[in-house]
């Protein structure tokens, strides 16, 4: 299973962007998608994540109402997008996929994890 994340980047505090994961090598509809981060010197924390088939979301309480995950399963890939970024946003950006079509917002739930996204929120 190979999972790539991008979409990450430099932007502005109030800016947007959208992240992509797209994964290969397993049936993408039948499982959960988590998003986490780390920013530098910090653990890696739960943002976001969604089940197999979409219809239902989890977000980190810090982060509702400016993030939204979602997921085309016929492309394989899920989406984050954030908006109205701040400079605390800043950090690397991984989803991962776990082994069930029930999400967690635990880390070592996930089986498998993208490499990450940098994004950089800084003026």
């Known amino acids: 299973v190979q999972l790539q994340a991008s979409g990450g980047g430099l932007v502005q505090p109030g800016d947007s962007l959208n992240l992509s994961c797209v994964v290969s090598?397993?049936?993408?509809?039948?499982?959960?998608v988590g998003w986490f981060r780390q920013a530098p010197g910090k653990e890696r924390r739960f943002v976001a994540a969604?089940?197999?088939?979409?219809?239902?979301?989890y977000y980190a309480d810090s982060l509702k109402g400016r993030i939204t995950i979602s997921r085309d399963n016929a492309k394989n890939t899920t989406y984050l997008q954030m908006n109205s970024l701040k400079p605390e946003d800043t950090a690397v950006y991984y989803c991962a996929v776990r082994g069930s079509r029930w999400y967690s917002v635990k880390s070592n739930e996930y089986d498998y994890w993208g490499q990450g996204t940098l994004v950089t929120v800084s003026s």
């Open positions: 090598g397993r049936t993408f509809s039948d499982y959960a």
């Open positions: 969604i089940s197999w088939t979409g219809g239902w979301t």
